[in-house]
């Protein structure tokens, strides 16, 4: 019956009973160690001084009882079970020693029922320890899932929750009321494929693990990314009577791989761009500075007359200033970039400002048969405001060039309105108009729209760039509305605090 030699503390004093005792117990096939005393002095020094799988104990005995022994072995070593083997004693009596924590008697007349006690006593004593064992790493497994730092949740086969560890709470957002009896999908964000949770259902039922990355919402609305895995616990039919659920919080790496990705397209995007503002740039310094030195050489030949000459000093004057804008615009994105340029403000009439640089360009306008009008919002409104005039006056340039660059017929018109806080500018002209797709692209640097269109027209791609910059700089904002075919209007608003001048 038991497969280990047990060691036994064996207390009686007539040696008689005592041969008997452990006659039965060899008869049973017990493997032991018997120590045997007989006073209580005996009985206290080898109970202090061993460990024993085994009390057996007589009740009477000269100046001693097995009740005051019960007593001694509860206080040393209360795990160790205790049968008291006696001559009659009665009920009462047998009832206080079992209530004191004897496991059980048996008496002397009626030996036949000890080896049955004895297998009793220690297979309860196994399984108290079993007990121990599995609480003690109960207790370790629900204090890991308690300090998890990942979310668990157990729901029953239907998915209802019935527990959440202190995590789970944490990242949801959702309190213990909301959470227990009701169903996961609380957490759904609406953002994931409709097929996804059927296909995990599918896999969890069958019993498999499923495992995958989801978007949930939490109590607030805000959404959040998990690395779920769900798996399923089984009774010992098999059937599944739970599931656990166990999510990792990953929007910040999921923030930081799309950060990554997008830093590696931007980075792709720019290198792209600079390749082709490179060839681009070549070109557009190329042309100009062979004309330059192609016309001087012509003039240093005797064969040309004064009259030719003046034309192609006229010619050598147009692509220097050509070159002279080009690498001008160069220096303004590069001086930009850095942070490098300055704002110096100063009052200024708007109206004055507009005319003035009309004035300027309305021949050049006038040259591609366009016009080029100033509306003013009310003649006699004199508005001022502080900003810088040259950056201003580069913007506009930028702005206006451009729209008599894109404008075969029609018109060019610089307009402004005053608002609440702000004075919205605006230079809108009936030329070929942006296509949809490239409105907010053009505003980045060396983009063009149509290298063929663009190859026409010339430029090099930096004019609105240097133009947002620009207008960000006086803490702007800036943008266009086009019909592709029918012109374009590019806006620009500053800010415009009204001074009490009182
Ligand atoms: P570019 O030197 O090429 O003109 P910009 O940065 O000033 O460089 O302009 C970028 C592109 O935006 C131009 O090449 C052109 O395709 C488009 N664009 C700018 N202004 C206009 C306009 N008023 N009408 C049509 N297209 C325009």
Known sequence: MLHRKLKILYLEDVPLDAELVISKLISEGLEMEIDLVSTEKGFVDFLSGNKYDLILSDYNLPMYDGMTALRQVQKVCSEVPFICISGTIGEDLAVELLKEGAADYVLKDRLERLPYA???????????????????????????VENSPVSICITDKNGLIEYANPRFYEMSGYTVEE???????????????????????????????????LINKNSNGEIYWVNKSISSITDAEGQIIHFVSVDEDITEKKRSEEELISAKERAEESDRLKSSFLANMSH?????????????????????????????????????????????????????????????????????????????????????????IATLENQNDEV????????????????????????????VEVKYTVKEKTILFAVK???????HDFQEKIFHEFIQVESSLSRKHGG???????????????????WVESEPGNGSTFYFELPYPRVDMK
Do not use: C
């Open 384 to 411: 001022m405001f502080e900003s810088d005039a040259d950056r201003l006056k580069q913007i506009f340039y930028n702005l206006i060039n451009n729209a008599i660059k894109f404008t075969e017929s029609g018109y």
């Open 284 to 372: 557009e310094i190329r042309t100009p500075l062979n004309s330059i030195i192609g016309f001087s050489e012509l003039l240093t030949d005797p064969d040309f007359d004064q009259e030719r000459k003046l034309g192609f000093v006229s010619v050598i004057i147009e692509n220097g200033n050509n070159l002279l804008t080009i690498i001008n615009d160069i220096l303004d994105i590069s001086r930009l970039a850095a942070g490098k340029v300055r704002v110096h403000n100063t009052f200024l009439s708007v109206p004055q400002l507009i005319f003035g640089i009309q004035k300027e360009l309305v021949f050049k306008a006038r040259e591609k048969g366009i016009e080029l």
């Open 179 to 213: 959470v227990v009896g009701n169903k996961t999908a609380i957490l759904r964000s609406g953002l994931m494929y409709k097929g996804l949770y059927k296909d995990m259902w599918v896999t969890i039922l069958s019993g498999k693990i499923w495992k995958g990355e």
């Open 429 to 435: 002209d009936t030329g070929i108009g942006i296509p």
């Open 118 to 144: 004895i297998r009793r006593a220690l297979n309860e004593v196994e399984e108290k320890n079993a007990r121990k064992v599995a609480e003690t790493e109960l207790k370790k497994l629900s204090k890991a």
């Open 460 to 478: 090099n791609g930096l004019g609105l760039s240097i133009t947002k910059n620009l207008v960000e700089l006086l803490k702007g904002k800036i």
